[in-house]
């Protein structure tokens, strides 16, 4: 559906060149939500909008079915733009026209008028925003404002849906709304959607993929359930226990850290018991969480294991046998 191919794009401030993406590629597959979460200034932002050449990129390709978009004229262009929707952080909604007449207008930019305004009810009904049609922008709140954007997006009936950070701005029940619509749309209409957020929360509610960004890099990319299962870098670790301020720092402890992770199998059985039970070691629990992800029921903690040397190796190898992950920890110095 979607590839990116060695995307690399630079800018120019006060004399020095900084890339703000560098040398990324990735695959999306029809249907998917396919989240790209990294602090601010990772390049995500810029990577978005590369996708529709918004932004040019200095290299690389971007193909969409098989088509490199990045070689056609601007008449195909434009024809593919038409089955693309993008979502932004601010709206961007006609602050002088009905929200009813923001869902219209592009379906008069794509010369679709014809029903426009039955296609437009329809669609403000869908997001359950029908009782608005007549109100103004100005007279909505952020969350129902990015459900007027979403169904000005979803009127065109896109294949893709590009969403740039839609949800950092809103409160937790707004975010939620947000997030079922995108599920719902995606099952409804089967829509493809890259969504680029700094929020794990939202990426684990309705992502089936994330891709962990960094310095214009992906760094780290899995099924949502495989990178909640075993992160593999740091900044995905720290995404993860995001609800957590506090960092690993390995200076602090002298014993064994393991990141231990636990799936719907184990997760509600004392296999940390039974092994504190069994071996002659100590067992300092750092943090923990358990998450839900689809059908799955996932948990991690990290722990510090103190103890000789080799009950540590035999507790170990006890909690792999009953099947608990464990990996290493990556730490902050």
Do not use: W
């Not at 979502?87 to 029903?115: C, E, M, S």
């Not at 869908?126 to 103004?136: H, N, Q, T």
């Not at 969403?163 to 493809?192: G, H, V, W």
């Not at 039970?277 to 059908?295: G, T, Y």
């Amino acid at each position: 559906m979607i590839d990116a191919i060695h995307l690399t794009k630079s800018f120019t401030k006060n004399g020095i060149v900084q890339k703000a993406v560098d040398d990324v590629s990735f695959h999306v597959e029809k249907g998917d939500i396919y989240a790209i979460i990294g602090m601010s200034g990772a390049g995500k932002s810029t990577l978005v909008r590369l996708l529709n050449l918004l932004e040019l990129p200095d290299s690389g390709k971007i193909l969409i079915d098989g088509t490199d978009i990045t070689t056609l004229n601007k008449k195909d262009l434009s024809k593919v733009r038409r089955e693309m929707a993008f979502i932004f952080q601010r709206f961007n909604l006609f602050n002088q026209i009905t929200v009813l007449d923001n869902v219209i207008y592009p379906l008069t930019i794509g010369k679709n008028a014809k029903n426009a305004k039955e296609s437009a009810l329809e669609m403000l009904d869908y997001v359950g925003l029908a009782d608005k049609k007549s109100s103004y922008p100005s007279e909505l709140s952020g969350g129902e404002a990015q459900r007027v954007a979403i169904a000005r997006a979803l009127v065109t009936r896109p294949k893709i849906i590009l969403s740039d950070e839609a949800t950092s701005a809103l409160d937790p029940k707004s975010t939620r709304a947000i997030i079922d619509l995108y599920k719902k749309a995606q099952k409804d209409f089967d829509t493809t959607t890259i969504l680029i957020t700094h929020q794990m929360e939202v990426a684990k509610d309705v992502s089936n993929r994330i891709a962990v960004m960094e310095k214009g890099k992906i760094i780290e990319e899995n099924s949502t359930i495989e990178l909640f299962k075993n992160p593999k870098t740091s900044l995905a670790q720290t995404f993860i226990k995001s609800t957590k301020d506090a960092a690993i720092h390995r200076s602090n402890y002298k014993g064994v850290l393991k990141r231990l992770s636990y799936t719907t199998k184990t997760v509600n059985t004392p296999v940390l018991n039974d092994t504190i039970k069994n071996f002659e070691v100590v067992i300092n629990i750092l943090e923990a969480n358990i998450n839900n992800i689809e059908s799955e029921t996932l948990g991690y903690m990290v722990v510090e294991f103190s103890g000789e040397e080799y009950e540590i190796k035999n507790a170990i190898d006890y909690l792999t046998e009953h099947n608990v992950g464990v990996s290493e920890v990556c730490y902050e110095y």
